[in-house]
């Protein structure tokens, strides 16, 4: 999770997280990213703007680089 300072922009929250996914895109063992920004106050779980969540589907276990 990314958490940008009180009063910070949607724009700018998402120009930060977007700038840790394109790092993320890089490894070997990453095959999708999902990186939502704030979430609507009328949802089951709002999510402030200044707040932004990186998901991330690892590859298949038998052709990753790394393995936990």
């Given at each position: 999770?990314?958490?940008?300072?009180?009063?910070?922009?949607?724009?700018?929250?998402?120009?930060?997280?977007?700038?840790v996914t394109r790092?993320?895109?890089?490894?070997?063992?990453?095959?999708?990213?999902?990186?939502?920004?704030?979430?609507?106050?009328?949802?089951?779980?709002?999510?402030?703007?200044?707040?932004?969540?990186i998901f991330l589907?690892?590859?298949?276990?038998?052709?990753?680089?790394?393995?936990?």
């Open positions: 999770s990314i958490n940008t300072p009180s009063g910070t922009s949607l724009g700018e929250t998402d120009r930060v997280a977007s700038q790092i993320l895109e890089g490894g070997p063992d990453i095959a999708a990213i999902i990186q939502p920004v704030g979430r609507a106050e009328g949802s089951e779980d709002p999510m402030s703007v200044t707040n932004s969540e589907q690892l590859a298949p276990r038998e052709k990753r680089e790394h393995s936990i």
